[in-house]
């Protein structure tokens, strides 16, 4: 009877770590797909970043073409 008692022991023991991986599959799988999505993320407002920045050089280059076009020749 005792063998018996610490054989359903231990299976609870298993059934409990195995419900336990399944919950850290689970977070590890969210992790994943939220790691994905914000690199997606960081890379368009990079590119974001980059097309504004030479959206205010080109402003600039005409601003000064204009310039020197009209006042200086």
Known sequence: QDVQ???VAN???V???GE???ALDSKAS???SLSKKYRQDAKYLNMR???AKLAA???FSVMLIVYIRF???
């Open 5 to 7: 008692r610490i054989m």
């Open 11 to 13: 299976i609870e023991e």
């Open 15 to 17: 059934l409990l770590r």
């Open 20 to 22: 336990a991986l399944s």
């Open 30 to 32: 969210d992790l994943s």
């Open 49 to 51: 970043s980059t097309y």
């Open 57 to 59: 050089v080109a402003v």
């Open 71 to 73: 006042w200086w020749l």
